[in-house]
């Protein structure tokens, strides 16, 4: 394992990966087997069965946690897994305070889901993070923050929501999948729990569905282990080899990510039939100066509206691109684009969206890492 001093850059090509000593391959093998060969009963090389310990998810975890700068990482067969496990350590009654701009399928495992098991979800603006502590109650047992948001791209004050918690013994967890572990280490700032879904950025080639948890306390990542080896939602070796693979370029590709980001975020704030262009690295976006604080780049992902703001006119633009793909996801090499209201989204009721800003007519964008010139000929021609 590489020591955490040197730069991520090189951590992220070496973190958790070692020549297979049978072989002296330079990949870490795809240990596709479902169980493992004992010498005497409880006699073994470390490894039992492969719900509970594989050598390919076992480098893959120790990847993560080093290049998040943590102690433990535990991964799962999708971002939903992992948020899954994250809410089972908590208890009927138990109360929760989570930002109110947030995943679609994480609000609705929150309210479909858990709140069925008598958990109480506070659904808040924590643009200011002090208002966070005007929900904090003797129930309270968790704060949920997403930054930057899905999305709407507000950005969350990490180190000050992690005073509160620490001040009212409550757990953090981060979502830090926008961000990815090359702009942001939420561990630094105070989080208690990061949660990505590795689908997106550290998978990084639209290829697999995959989560992770990185923690640094040793109790806690007792008990998420224990729940990831009892309710059994861990991914295939090919899935961790496919996310070992992506890790190793995550840098490079978040460089271009962030480059083309801000080529694009600037070109469609000039174009005369933008309306609002919703990107975290603009110097008059709210908290401009907490993501700089917190984040070493401003990423690829950009949401917008037209002049002409209403769905029928976003509908036709996304009709119309054509490098820029109409689908689900994000995080990948090619440039996609959706309508949150429909798809990533749709599981938020449409007043309960509204009522914090996503629009009908939000665009979003995942800017690739293509040549931006022809991204932004692409979207030219699209808005017309």
Known sequence: MPDQNLKL?????HAGVAPDPSTGAIMTPIFQTSTYVQ??????KGYEYARTQNPTRAALQSALANIENGKYGLCFGSGMAATDAVAKLLQPGDEVIVSNDLYGGTYRIFTKIFANYGIVFHFIDMQDA???ANYVNEKTKMIW????TNPLLNIIDIEAAAEISKAHHLLLVVDNTFASPYLQNPLDWGADIVLHSATKYLGGHSDVVHGVLIVNDAALEERLRFIQNSCGAVPGPQDCFLVLRGIKTLH????RHCENGRKIAEWLRQHPKVGKVLWCGFEDHPNHAIARKQMRDFGGMISFTLKDDNINAALEVLKKTELFSLAES????????????TMTHASIPQED???RGLSDSLIRLSVGIEDADDLIADLAQAIG
């Open 330 to 341: 994000l995080g990948g090499v090619e440039s996609l684009i959706g309508h949150p209201a």
């Open 9 to 13: 850059a090189t951590r992220l090509i």
């Open 252 to 255: 490079v590709r978040m460089q």
């Open 353 to 355: 969206r509204i009522a």
């Open 145 to 148: 923050v997403e930054t930057p």
């Open 39 to 44: 010498t005497a009963p409880g006699e073994h």
């Open 130 to 132: 002090g208002n966070i």
